[in-house]
């Protein structure tokens, strides 16, 4: 197969590293990490850019290296090519393997930023967006309109407070480290906050399957001509919908 990746920059290590071993060829397009800062449908519209820029009949997918990521993928739409995707919330649940151990550890441990190679080289002073099961990084707006003013509020405040009491720094390891630099800021960061510091072994096994076209499991979405990407509200974290029918 051809391929187009097009991928957030945090993620440049891992990607590369798949890429090296996938048996496609695939030609690849970074993208500046502070687009995660922009809000959700800022950052769509941008990486539609993108997408729309790879010319028709070109590839036989075009491959994106992020996750859900703050709703930056929302109503993102395949015009002329099919999208393929992780169902992950963010690039934190890319890094551990997968939806399931990133929803499991997240739950037991509240309270925690994540650091990798990728957020200590290149993604340091981005707002770090974590999911919760039930808001799966959902905006206030996007929570009153389903909840209603009130509890929509309120769940706002009780899924978001995590953010203004750090308690805990997960370093998460992955194999691709060239030294100990990247683990030792991460150690000297936590003493500094006063945050308890934890290493974890992380996963390549989505770079590697998505680089590699092993998209069967439920662990990728696929997304045709004509479909466009919206956000889940349960475990499958991203789904597709109709645009419109495609003619020709």
């Not at 990728?220 to 509200?233: H, K, N, T």
């Amino acid at each position: 197969m051809k391929l187009r990746l097009i991928s957030c920059e945090v993620l440049y290590r891992e990607m590369c590293d798949a890429l090296a071993r996938s048996p496609h060829l695939v030609d690849t397009e970074f993208l500046p990490k502070g687009w995660h800062d922009l809000g959700g449908k800022k950052m769509a519209a941008l990486v539609q850019e993108r997408i729309d820029a790879v010319p028709r009949g070109a590839y036989d997918a075009i491959l994106l290296g992020y996750g859900l990521c703050g709703n930056g993928l929302d109503g993102i739409e395949a015009r002329h090519t099919m999208l393929v995707l992780p169902r992950a919330h963010d690039c934190i649940a890319l890094l551990m393997g997968g939806r399931d151990r990133y929803r499991e550890f997240f739950e037991e441990n509240p309270g925690t930023l994540y650091r990798s190679t990728g957020w200590l080289e290149r993604g340091k002073g981005l707002r770090q967006l974590t999911h919760a099961t039930t808001g799966l990084d959902s905006s206030l707006e996007e929570l009153i309109a389903k909840y209603g003013e009130e509890n929509g509020r309120y769940l706002y405040e009780e899924l978001t407070r995590y953010r203004y009491s750090y308690q805990r720094l997960v370093y998460i390891e992955t194999g691709l480290e060239p030294d100990a630099r990247f683990e030792e800021e991460a150690r000297w960061e936590a003493a500094e906050k006063g945050w308890e510091f934890r290493k974890i072994r992380g996963s390549l096994e989505l770079f590697r399957r998505l680089l590699n076209g092993e998209w069967g499991g439920g662990d990728f979405l696929l997304v045709q001509p004509g479909e466009r990407i919206r956000a889940a509200w349960d475990d499958r974290v991203v789904d597709v919908e109709t645009v419109r029918e495609i003619v020709g």
